[in-house]
């Protein structure tokens, strides 16, 4: 017992320092462990569940039988630290930084543009950088794999790819595609000319030299390889980590304790425990079982060690295609296929393939073709040894097997296959990669020699219940039959009575999962035809023209390039305006040295808040009882609504949304109270503890159907019209009604929700530290809340990690609510949202349903439209009207429609919350009009981009808002476009193949846009500037933009550079605060840089234009405003001293210049 409760010191080293932890908790994961114990903030945490990649390091460890040091990279939101006995790790500040020396990585990340509102970009420096440390001159397709587990929601990654490909020897080809043909010689070159103006010049680069790298510990070193090996414990609170040496002991162990986990990858129980708050009391890792990453090759196949990495199996995979002959590695192949998409390549690299088989997932990649392969595990308990066979008796539901709690697979053996044997593995994902398949098969057919009657078959569905299943009544049908169209007709009648999902399936997509089981059946019987047709067993292959069937499609980096104007010629060099310069903090962003909310240290007695959602849709709240939260330790206080000093509600647009739930909740989802701790992971358990007790509302209203049913809307409807539509529809040739349908869509900002909030301790003065696009509506939400004047209250943006839209309306509700925690303890307060919570709570998109009606004439003319918009604007009114506002003021999109129509309304339901989004409805009614076009070009059997042209608007014209504009640009935007794309070839092309290619389609488009930038309510497109010139020659700007990746703060530095003829090296942008700037407007609707730099600018010339007025009236002569005004000059600080005192600072605002 007393050995049970042991625990040992855990030592490791990160960027080359040990670390030596004396009482570890086995629930720490790295990446909170370098952010808050070493403070290395510059690893990010996003999704917390291995899907981002932001978190991502690089793991280094030595095998003491081999005494090669091995570096992959890893998710550090799933890496226990438990895990890292005996490892080196190594953070994006490890590698290098703006006070010593950059690295590579970071520089060309950052100089190529790679980086934008870089809160992923510490994660991919880290991706990449383990690529180069294990291959210094990656080919493209490393480079790609390498960064297939990061996301990025900013840069559309073709910088990103542009920053690694510099150090790759290839071009920018795909490098054949593995054998399906060069992406160059399909398309034409989209090589930029050579005269072309460069975003970035690759001779400014930094070379990458190898020996400069941080090398393994040699103390590491030492230890691994002299120390000798023993059992490992650490105990924490809640759970005990043990890390036995020998098979016996971890047999031993598993007897005692048959319900601990034996963790390898953790990317099974990490998620598990994260976010379904699944407790373990103890695990076992058996990381340093030799048996468990043994290789056996014998003659009829390989048995593979358990515990190997999916990146080490797919090694030996390779290897063994590499050495057999192709008939004998038909398995092999079909499993490195799916190896390939499995996840991220972080998740590969720790997965094991022990661990994937007993997850048990249904959607598992592996499991479908391990069985219809013929695998068998090789499994040890007390009991001894035996071997099981992976078939369709072992998986007995979701996330169950055969196996007993006691039992360990120590390895699998994955068989040759014979002359006659055809295996194949399909998926279909909802993205290529790091995505869970939507539906996964294994699929194997064996034919005795020189036949084509199926001897046995094995059709094995992964996504189409809670296990992997086995088609067998389908297969049983098929044994015995010829290989050919008969069979398959009569395949496709079993399986669809066999492989049945009920309407109400997990996972939906019902429709989609049971086409799928015929179509990939289908895929299988082409390739086997294929197959069949190159062994001579049948005369005639698949024909030509369906082809295009087994063709996968093409997974290099399709290639892309950004163009842009040069300045002119005769534009002073040292002025930046118009040129691509880097982001001002890219750099920092690269290293991680950038600073987002919460990187900020923690204060003296800080608190974290974690918010406490509703679970039902629509309920009374009977009670909410705090008591079990209370006594959880280090729970400090619960807020609720009558905590609420101040107002308790925001107003919006005639509406009043509740900030914390009182009597009744509108949505699953909507904040009812939080918990105050000591820490984030105290506050989380506290928040779980809180029961709140519901009484169901009848109807709960979910779709825009249900809404309209019951008249359920934020009133009123918005409208707008012109011309005269009845008549117009009377004198069309033809009239046409259609409707179209757009989903939501989530921000995923990379950095959810944060703020923290400090009570400076006297008159109620608050300080609010927070990432959001609208410090002001902020300060006005929690001086409301908080019921004291805005002047107590100063909110601090310094970046945003992402927003587009999402970051404005709860971000100010978000920051209100933390206020009052930090009001009602008098402490500082952090709230930062997990990303579930971030999802759950925040809104998305709006989805919307257009219906349409339209009149057009014989050439192709609209004459008349007339639409409705309803959108799904869930439980609050947020910026709804606002949204469908906008889209009836973009429903002509680029079109002149002389009579036109729509109507308008945000639909109440019980959803959360929708918001702003990226284009605020725009898209939304783009597509809906969009489509209607191309209803009417189907109408009249002609390509779509000519009835565009015929209505596009031409000439001085006037929207139906009565806006008058000149849609010249968007002519000239419109041929060029077509010119260069050689639409009118490629869409011959895109003719010629689909009419060759049964199954695959191709298509291309050309769709103009006419985009109204700034606000509707005039009096917010204004924006305030203030500037500090120092006595140094250094200037401090301050403005109302946020810095959320656009790189306004950039671009203002441009605008103070050429303005004041300095260089922008003596330009420094803080942060955005209400302090410096008031009474701000959001840094949205793409105005924030024209207004802002306008307001910057505006301060700058009424300077020098004072300042001229100054010299006529001043005894001593100013600095003129056509001469340098710059530290470097000799005099500046004297220059400086005779400015007008007057002007120091100057506070301007950009409706001064219009
Ligand atoms: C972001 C993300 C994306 C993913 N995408 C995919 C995907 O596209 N396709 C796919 O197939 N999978 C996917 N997965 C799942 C992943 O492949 C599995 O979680 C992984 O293979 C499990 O291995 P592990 O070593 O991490 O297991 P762990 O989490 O360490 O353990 C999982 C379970 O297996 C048991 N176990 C482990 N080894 C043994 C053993 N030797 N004997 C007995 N029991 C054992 C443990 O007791 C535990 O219950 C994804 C996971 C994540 C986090
Ligand atoms: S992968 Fe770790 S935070 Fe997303
Ligand atoms: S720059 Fe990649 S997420 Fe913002």
């Given at each position: 017992?007393?050995?049970?409760?042991?625990?040992?010191?855990?030592?490791?080293?990160?960027?080359?320092?040990?670390?030596?932890?004396?009482?570890?908790?086995?629930?720490?994961?790295?990446?909170?462990?370098?952010?808050?114990?070493?403070?290395?903030?510059?690893?990010?945490?996003?999704?917390?569940?291995?899907?981002?990649?932001?978190?991502?390091?690089?793991?280094s460890r030595c095998n003491p039988a081999s005494q090669t040091i091995t570096h992959f990279s890893a998710n550090a939101c799933l890496l226990p630290v438990c895990q890292l006995a005996?490892?080196?790790?190594?953070?994006?500040?490890?590698?290098?930084?703006?006070?010593?020396?950059?690295?590579?990585?970071?520089?060309?990340?950052?100089?190529?543009?790679?980086?934008?509102?870089?809160?992923?970009?510490?994660?991919?420096?880290?991706?990449?950088?383990?690529?180069?440390?294990n291959h210094p001159q990656p080919s493209m397709e490393e480079i790609r794999e390498a960064l297939g587990g990061n996301l990025c929601r900013c840069t559309g990654y073709r910088p990103i790819i542009d920053s690694c490909r510099t150090f790759s020897q290839e071009s920018k080809c795909c490098q054949g595609n593995r054998g399906v043909g060069c992406c160059l010689n399909e398309e034409e070159s989209t090589e930029p000319e050579p005269s072309a103006p460069q975003l970035f010049n690759k001779e400014d680069f930094l070379p990458l030299d190898p020996t400069q790298e941080l090398i393994f510990p040699p103390e590491l070193m030492r230890m691994v390889l002299t120390e000798p090996q023993q059992t490992q414990r650490f105990q924490g609170e809640r759970m005990s980590w043990v890390s036995p040496v020998s098979l016996e002991e971890l047999v031993l162990l598993k007897t005692h304790h048959p319900w601990a986990p034996l963790v390898l990858g953790n990317t099974t129980i990490g998620p598990e425990m994260k976010f379904k708050g699944v407790v373990h009391p103890m695990i076992i890792s058996p990381s340093r079982q030799v048996?468990?990453?043994?290789?056996?090759?014998?003659?009829?196949?390989?048995?593979?060690?358990?515990?190997?990495?999916?990146?080490?199996?797919?090694?030996?995979?390779?290897?063994?295609?590499?050495?057999?002959?192709?008939?004998?590695?038909?398995?092999?192949?079909?499993?490195?296929?799916?190896?390939?998409?499995?996840?991220?390549?972080q998740i590969r690299n720790v997965a094991s393939l022990g661990g994937n088989i007993v997850s048990a997932h249904p959607n598992s990649n592996l499991n479908p073709v391990l069985a219809a392969g013929g695998c068998r595990l090789?499994?040890?308990?007390?009991?001894?040894?035996?071997?099981?066979?992976?078939?369709?008796?072992?998986?007995?539901?979701?996330?169950?097997?055969?196996?007993?709690?006691?039992?360990?697979?120590?390895?699998?053996?994955?068989?040759?296959?014979?002359?006659?044997?055809?295996?194949?593995?399909?998926?279909?994902?909802?993205?290529?990669?790091?995505?869970l398949a939507t539906v996964a098969t294994g699929m194997r057919v064996v034919f005795g020699e020189g036949s084509t009657v199926v001897q046995d078959l094995q059709l094995y569905y992964g996504g189409v219940g809670p296990c992997t299943l086995l088609a067998s009544k389908t297969c049983q049908a098929l044994v015995g039959r010829l290989w050919g169209e008969e069979m398959l007709e009569e395949a496709y009648s079993v399986l669809l009575k066999e492989v049945v999902l009920s309407p109400g399936a997990v996972?939906?997509?019902?429709?989609?999962?049971?086409?799928?089981?015929?179509?990939?059946?289908f895929k299988f019987y082409l390739e086997v035809q294929q197959a069949l047709a190159h062994t001579n067993a049948i005369q005639h292959?698949?024909?030509?023209?369906?082809?295009?069937?087994?063709?996968?499609?093409?997974?290099?980096?399709?290639?892309?390039?950004?163009?842009?104007?040069?300045?002119?010629?005769?534009?002073?060099?040292?002025?930046?305006?118009?040129?691509?310069?880097?982001?001002?903090?890219?750099?920092?962003?690269?290293?991680?040295?950038?600073?987002?909310?919460?990187?900020?240290?923690?204060?003296?007695?800080?608190?974290?808040?974690?918010?406490?959602?509703?679970?039902?849709?629509?309920?009374?709240?009977?009670?909410?009882?705090?008591?079990?939260?209370?006594?959880?330790?280090?729970?400090?206080?619960?807020?609720?609504?009558?905590d609420i000093p101040g107002k308790k509600v925001r107003s919006v647009l005639g509406y009043e949304e509740e900030l914390l739930a009182d009597k009744e909740v509108s949505c699953v989802g909507q904040m009812v109270c939080g918990v105050l701790a000591d820490s984030r992971t105290q506050a989380k358990l506290g928040a779980a503890a809180v029961q709140i007790h519901y009484q169901d509302l009848p109807h709960p209203v979910f779709t825009v159907e249900d809404a309209m049913e019951r008249e359920s809307f934020f009133l009123p409807w918005r409208e707008i019209e012109r011309g005269d539509i009845s008549d117009a529809f009377q004198n069309s040739d033809y009239v046409h009604e259609g409707e179209f349908r757009m989903s939501g869509q989530e921000h995923f900002y990379l950095e959810t929700q944060s703020m923290l909030v400090v009570p400076v301790g006297e008159e109620a003065e608050f300080h609010v530290y927070l990432a959001s696009q609208a410090p002001t509506m902020a300060q006005e939400a929690v001086a409301e809340t908080l019921g004291v004047p805005a002047n107590r209250v100063t909110c601090h943006v310094k970046r945003l990690g992402g927003a587009f839209g999402g970051k404005v309306t709860k971000t100010s509700i978000l920051a209100a609510i933390t206020s009052v925690a930090a009001w009602k303890t008098g402490r500082a307060v952090r709230c930062v949202l997990e990303r579930g919570e971030d999802m759950l709570i925040t809104g998305a998109r709006h989805p919307v349903l257009g219906k349409y009606k339209v009149g057009f004439m014989k050439d192709g003319r609209i004459t008349a439209a007339d639409l409705q918009y309803y959108a799904n604007a869930g439980n609050t009114v947020d910026e709804s009207p606002l949204v469908v506002e906008k889209m009836l003021l973009h429903?002509?999109?680029?079109?002149?429609?002389?009579?036109?129509?729509?109507?308008?309304?945000?639909?109440?339901?019980?959803?959360?919350?929708?918001?702003?989004?990226?284009?605020?409805?725009?898209?939304?009614?783009?597509?809906?009009?969009?489509?209607?076009?191309?209803?009417?070009?189907?109408?009249?059997?002609?390509?779509?981009?000519?009835?565009?042209?015929?209505?596009?608007?031409n000439g001085p014209s006037l929207t139906h808002y009565k806006f008058s504009f000149n849609p010249e640009n968007l002519w000239r935007c419109w041929e060029e476009c077509k010119a260069r794309s050689g639409l009118d070839v490629r869409q011959d092309a895109v003719r010629k193949f689909n009419q060759e290619n049964r199954w695959r389609k191709r298509g291309a488009a050309l769709i103009p846009i006419k985009y109204g930038i700034a606000f509707c309510e005039a009096f917010l497109n204004q924006a305030a500037a203030l500037v500090h010139i120092y006595k140094d020659g250094s200037v401090l700007v301050s403005h109302g933009g946020t810095e959320m990746g656009q790189g306004i703060h950039t671009k203002m530095q441009q605008v103070v550079s050429r303005e004041l003829h300095i260089s922008s090296s003596k330009i420094y942008i803080s942060e955005t605060s209400t302090s410096s700037v008031p009474n701000t407007c959001p840094s949205a609707a793409s105005f924030g840089t024209d207004a802002n730099g306008m307001a910057v600018k505006a301060i700058l010339i009424f300077w020098a234009v004072a300042g001229d007025v100054t010299e006529k009236i001043s005894p001593r002569p100013l600095a003129p405003r056509d001469r340098r005004f710059d530290g470097e000059e000799d005099g500046a600080l004297e220059k400086h001293r005779r400015l007008p005192h007057a002007l120091q600072p100057i506070l301007f605002c950009s409706q001064c210049l219009r």
């Open positions: 017992m007393a050995e049970e409760k042991r625990t040992d010191c855990l030592c490791f080293f990160v960027n080359g320092k040990k670390v030596v932890e004396e009482h570890v908790d086995p629930e720490t994961m790295l990446v909170s462990f370098l952010r808050e114990k070493l403070r290395l903030t510059g690893t990010k945490s996003s999704c917390g569940g291995g899907g981002c990649g932001a978190c991502t390091v690089m793991v005996g490892a080196a790790i190594t953070t994006v500040e490890g590698i290098g930084s703006s006070k010593t020396r950059l690295h590579p990585v970071q520089e060309r990340l950052a100089k190529a543009h790679g980086s934008q509102c870089g809160f992923c970009s510490p994660g991919m420096v880290m991706s990449m950088y383990t690529l180069l440390r048996e468990f990453i043994v290789i056996v090759d014998v003659s009829a196949g390989v048995w593979v060690g358990a515990g190997l990495s999916l990146t080490q199996v797919r090694s030996v995979l390779e290897a063994r295609v590499e050495a057999l002959s192709q008939e004998k590695t038909e398995l092999y192949r079909a499993l490195l296929d799916q190896l390939r998409t499995l996840a991220g390549q090789s499994v040890v308990s007390d009991g001894g040894r035996r071997e099981v066979l992976l078939n369709q008796d072992f998986f007995t539901g979701f996330g169950k097997t055969v196996l007993k709690a006691g039992d360990i697979v120590v390895s699998v053996f994955i068989p040759e296959t014979q002359a006659g044997e055809f295996v194949r593995a399909f998926r279909q994902a909802p993205r290529k990669e790091n995505a996972g939906g997509k019902v429709g989609f999962r049971r086409s799928l089981t015929l179509s990939l059946l292959g698949v024909p030509e023209a369906e082809w295009s069937a087994l063709r996968p499609l093409p997974d290099c980096i399709l290639p892309g390039q950004q163009q842009f104007q040069e300045v002119l010629e005769s534009q002073s060099e040292q002025d930046p305006v118009g040129h691509p310069i880097m982001h001002r903090s890219a750099l920092a962003q690269a290293t991680g040295e950038a600073l987002y909310c919460d990187d900020m240290p923690p204060t003296e007695g800080e608190l974290f808040l974690v918010l406490v959602t509703s679970t039902r849709p629509h309920a009374s709240i009977l009670n909410v009882d705090v008591g079990a939260a209370l006594l959880v330790p280090g729970v400090v206080d619960v807020v609720t609504c009558r429903m002509d999109n680029a079109y002149n429609i002389p009579n036109l129509r729509g109507r308008a309304v945000a639909c109440r339901t019980n959803l959360p919350s929708n918001t702003a989004f990226r284009g605020f409805g725009v898209p939304q009614t783009a597509a809906i009009v969009e489509n209607m076009i191309t209803d009417v070009a189907m109408h009249l059997a002609r390509p779509a981009h000519q009835i565009r042209e015929v209505n596009m608007y």
